[in-house]
């Protein structure tokens, strides 16, 4: 018998499941709390299309080379539509520096390495109607999802029967697939309900600001110079994001702890004259080439968060399972969460055509997610927790770094990234993790490559001068001042806190 499954989302993660699952000949219903996109174009998605299920609907989005992958390999016509609809694709020979392209010769893995870009309604909009002309798949918009109905029994996992919507209507099902994102409640119920759910969380540290722009009629985006269109100053980070159909986006990252920035970042004003301060994006909003068509967009809340669903070998529930932002949620910084509730939810395919049992079903699931999307998740915390302690000692100024500290800097910053600026292999080979194609860090494992590293890193800085980019932006007091934003009242705020 045709097993049936309740998606619980039809927002990006949402899709994937039916992406994946579809194929299968399984029947698949999507249940959704907002309503469908309008009738019209990309533009008119992006003006009009109201999501309140997705807070980061209108900030910057890129798929990274896995998920594009499995687009193209899973769903040609779908790449086609997206590319169509004016979504781009940035292929590797595209993120070379001047430096690298002296020394470049493309090698096959260069055509995995591609990033496609647009904005996140133009995506979310070409997907759905995709989705929605796909053989066993409907989508319910307005529909929102109570609860889950649930079974129990002594000695065994719960086991999810179907869902119970607002208006008091159950809907049966052989598997409920929660895609509901960041505030779902379902993984709640069924702790209420005496499920072992392990669950760990901390804060990003940050909070993301996104204006959007558009070109104005004749005019073509900015040749890509020495100096990036996206950096880290260590009190800020920043980034230009092509979109489709003459549009891009600005993000710009503020650590929780800068209050006075955070308040003043949302007046476009603000955040334009603070764009101006960086060399790299100063030719990206230049009037004559560019206007703003958005207010700015602010999202706060970033956590980082891990479920797992199978504790000491056994089952929180059975035919019920987490993709997505449900599952695991990330920092947006790193562009993965799309990518990681598409392999979830290929992963879940995998996982149902292994076994026909619900329980080793639920144990094979929690493996395959742990093997898969675990490395990145714990290097995207590494990372997160030396981007808080930057932020801290910026607001710090009694703060002098150690003798491994300063080593441990100099390594990354005169070793690591200078080598991969200049080294196109190394370039290559970096991206490969990024980009979720192999283990995060493999590749500076590798002893060839890490040779490589330390060769760069021992010459010194006057030997490798033309890998170094000219200064990403003025310092924290010089920026500050230049916006208008009183640079001492947070470190004064952070001292009387330490008192």
Not at 55 to 69: I, N
Request: hydrophobic share 40%.
């Amino acid at each position: 018998m045709t097993e049936q499954v309740l998606v619980i989302g039809a927002g990006m993660a949402g899709l994937c499941a039916a992406l994946a699952l579809a194929p299968t000949g399984r029947e698949i219903t999507l249940l959704e709390r907002d309503p469908p996109p309008p009738g019209g174009d990309a533009d008119q998605a992006f003006a009009d299309w109201t999501r309140r299920g997705v807070g980061h609907l209108r900030h910057s989005h890129a798929f990274l080379a896995r998920l594009r992958s499995v687009i193209r390999d899973e769903h040609r016509a779908l790449l086609d539509d997206l590319l169509a609809a004016g979504c781009r694709e940035i292929a590797f020979a595209e993120m070379l520096t001047d430096l690298h392209k002296t020394r470049y010769v493309a090698k096959p893995i260069d055509a995995e390495l591609v990033v496609l870009t647009s904005r996140r309604t133009t995506l979310e909009l070409i997907i759905r109607r995709y989705v929605e002309r796909l053989p066993h798949v409907t989508i319910r918009s307005e529909t929102f999802v109570k609860a889950l109905a649930v079974e129990t029994a002594p000695d065994r996992p719960l086991k999810v029967t179907g869902v119970v919507l607002e208006n008091g209507e159950t809907l049966s099902a052989d598997l409920v697939v929660d895609a509901a994102g960041r505030t779902s409640g379902a993984c709640e119920q069924l702790t209420e309900l005496g499920a072992a759910i392990g669950e760990v969380s901390e804060t990003a540290g940050i909070l993301y600001f996104t204006r959007h722009y558009r070109l104005r009629p004749g005019q073509s985006e900015p040749p890509r110079g020495k100096t990036p269109a996206s950096g880290d100053l260590g009190f800020l980070k920043f980034g230009v994001f092509p979109a489709d159909n003459g549009c891009f986006s600005i993000t710009i990252c503020v650590p929780e702890i800068e209050m006075e920035m955070r308040k003043a970042i949302v007046d476009p004003d603000t955040f334009d004259a603070l764009c101006r301060q960086m060399p790299g994006m100063v030719p990206w909003i230049e009037p004559e080439r560019t206007e703003g068509v958005s207010k700015v967009f602010g999202m706060g809340d970033l956590h980082s968060r891990w479920r797992d669903l199978v504790k000491d070998g056994r089952a929180a529930a059975t035919g019920f399972f987490a993709i997505g932002d449900s599952l695991v949620r990330t920092n947006p910084l790193y562009g993965r969460g799309c990518s990681f509730a598409a392999v979830s939810a290929y992963l879940l395919r995998d996982t149902l055509a292994e076994s026909p049992d619900p329980t080793a079903r639920a144990l094979i699931f929690h493996d395959k997610v742990a093997a898969e999307i675990r490395p990145y998740y714990d290097n995207m915390l590494e990372q997160d927790r030396a981007a808080i302690r930057r932020a801290r000692h910026a607001l710090t100024p009694s703060y002098r770094p150690g003798l491994r500290a300063r080593v441990l800097k100099s390594f990354l910053e005169d070793g690591v990234n200078i080598a991969v600026r200049s080294d196109p292999g190394l370039m290559r080979e970096a991206l490969r993790g990024f980009h979720m194609l192999e283990h995060p860090s493999a590749w500076l494992r590798r002893p060839r490559n890490l040779a490589k590293v330390m060769g760069y890193w021992a010459r010194g800085k006057a030997a490798n001068a033309a890998a170094y980019p000219p200064q990403l932006g003025p310092e924290r007091g010089e920026l500050y001042r230049a916006v208008g934003v009183s640079a001492s009242a947070d470190i004064e705020r952070l001292a009387a806190e330490r008192a």
